[in-house]
Nanobody, 121 residues
Framework: QVQLVESGGGLVQAGGSLRLSCAAS????????MGWYRQAGGNQRELVAR???????NYGDSVKGRFTISRDNAKNTVVLQMNSLKPEDTGVYYC???????????????WGQGTQVTVSS
């Protein structure tokens, strides 16, 4: 069974920083794109940042210049460094990865359980 486990959420004041980590585990053949999404209140889940297996990145407009995504392919981990945090960054952050398990032809969209980020003003 393949799963994503997140860590690093919490409460921080505006202007502060947090670092989110996500590790994929299980019987994994390959991991393609990895990324972070967030959901606040009743809003739809939105892209925060995404990184391909070769390191190409893209970011949501609201976080460009403040957040940085990186990954370690050998460890199947992805990290989101969040700086200059704002109250509007508050939400539940979900790790996502496109994973091909061993013995399976297809690639699957896997989600973490979510980690809460709260930025106080």
């Amino acid at each position: 069974q393949v799963q994503l486990v997140e860590s690093g959420g919490g409460l921080v004041q505006a202007g502060g920083s947090l670092r989110l980590s996500c590790a994929a585990s299980g019987s994994i053949l390959s991991v393609n794109n990895m990324g972070w999404y967030r959901q606040a209140g009743g809003n739809q889940r939105e892209l925060v940042a995404r990184i391909t297996s070769v390191g190409s990145t893209n970011y949501g407009d609201s976080v460009k210049g403040r957040f940085t995504i990186s990954r370690d392919n050998a460890k199947n981990t992805v990290v989101l460094q969040m700086n200059s945090l704002k109250p509007e960054d508050t939400g539940v952050y979900y790790c996502n990865a496109k994973i091909r398990p061993w013995g399976i032809r297809d690639e699957y969209d896997v989600w973490g359980q979510g980690t809460q980020v709260t930025v106080s003003s």
